[in-house]
Structures are given as C-alpha cells and as structure tokens.
C-alpha cells in the first residue's frame, strides 16, 4: 500500500501568514492528490484535486503543487476560515490513503 | 441537489455485525463510484473502501484494515449505499461517511454528515 507522510502534525499560524503544508508517498502516484479541509464536527470539504486544480469555489489563496512524491498545500495568506484540519489523499492505486493530518491552529 | 445521508449507525459489541446505510440523491447513483470513509474519535480520516459505477460493474475495492470483514454494495432501486461489518472490532468505533465524486474525477466533492458506530461492551 502506498503511504502517505503528511508535516507538520500541528501547525500555529496568524492570519496574514503564508502557510505550507507537505504530503510525500511513499512512491510514484503521478498528480493523484487531493486536499481536504475538515472542521470539528463536519465532514471533509474537497480542495485541491490532481495535485493543484482548485475545487470550484475555494478561494484563489489556497494552491497546490508537486515535485515528484512530495507535494504542497500552501495558503496565501492565512484567514480565520482557514482554521482547520487539512488532509491529503491519494487516489492512484487501490486502497487509496490520508495523511495523518496538519491541524492549523491560531498563534 | 445532492444530497447523501447516511443511518444505521448506534453501539455493538465486539464481535457484532452492523449494517450501515446511505441514501443518495440528486444525481444518477448508477454513473458514480462511491466511497465510505471513516474517522475514530479524535483521529484523522481513514479510507474504507468503494464501489464502482455501472462501466465497472459496480465492483469494490476495500482499505486493508477492513477486507474480508467490510462488504459494499448497493441497492439501485432505493438509490441507497450499504455498508455491512462483520466481526466488528473496538479499534472499528469510528464516524462512517458516505462520499461521491460528482464533478470530479477521483476524489469525493460531496459528503455526508457520518453516523457514529461505537463497538463496546
């Protein structure tokens, strides 16, 4: 099974800030990834699919991009409705897999 | 609209077989893969596993943690995704979601609100 290494665990951050989060597989998956944002108590909202093409609706300040296994959420410039549980998600082979997880936090 | 909303959820002992369902509406059920993934309290999301669209024959692929226990399947008259656990397990307590992809190739755009299963006794 493909693994999916996702850094930081937690995150503190102000708004304002440019945030970056880091997925690596554990091997080739091409541009299969997604990110998803989670808040308490609610399911996860897609964000990010085939590694950068933005969701319809998120808002510009949210990118993605790839290097290899190693890919990169990044938010602009942070906003207080962007703190939240950020995941990412192959979908290359089955069974696909999340990432652990990055919870941003208010600093 | 779409709309997924998933039931059956509630306490089992370990050991104990559940079935979990999800009513879908709003687009055609027959022309998407569908997903159930699953997230233990205060952990982070864990794939479940999926069925396949008509052109797939409907076929399911299921995560490691749950093949040979889990069994996905549908019922195209009610427009409803089951999830049926056997041999449940306490490390199985998790909130279940529903998910499709509808716009979007792959990953799942649409969500349902999850229902708690909790394996104690």
């Known amino acids: 099974d493909i693994q999916m290494t996702q850094s930081p665990s937690t995150l503190s951050a102000s708004v304002g800030d440019r945030v970056t989060i880091t997925c690596r597989a554990s091997?080739?998956?091409?541009?299969?990834l997604a990110w998803y944002q989670q808040k308490p108590g609610k399911a996860p909202k897609l964000m990010i699919y085939k590694a950068s093409t933005l969701e319809s609706g998120v808002p510009s300040r949210f990118s993605g991009s790839e290097s290899g296994t190693e890919f990169t959420l990044t938010i602009s410039s942070l906003q207080p409705d962007d703190f939240a549980t950020y995941y990412c998600?192959?979908?290359?082979?089955?069974?696909?897999?999340f990432g652990q997880g990055t919870k941003v936090e208010i600093k | 609209e779409v709309q997924l909303v998933e039931s059956g959820g509630g306490l089992v002992q370990p050991g104990g077989s559940l079935r979990l369902s999800c009513a879908a509406s709003?687009?055609?059920?027959?022309?998407?893969?569908m997903d159930w993934v699953r997230q233990a309290p205060g952990k982070g999301l864990e794939w479940v596993g999926r069925s396949k669209k008509n052109t797939n024959n409907y076929a399911t692929e299921y995560g490691a943690s749950v093949k040979g226990r889990f069994t996905i399947s549908r019922d195209h008259f009610k427009n409803s995704l089951y999830l049926q656990m056997n041999s449940l397990k306490t490390e199985d307590t998790a909130v279940y979601f529903c998910?499709?992809?509808?716009?979007?190739?792959?990953?799942?755009?649409?969500w349902g609100q999850g229902t708690l299963v909790t394996v104690s006794s």
């Open positions: 998600q192959h979908y290359s082979t089955y069974p696909w897999t």
């Open positions: 091997q080739s998956i091409s541009s299969w």
């Open positions: 998910a499709v992809g509808i716009a979007v190739a792959g990953p799942n755009d649409y």
């Open positions: 709003g687009f055609t059920f027959s022309d998407h893969y």
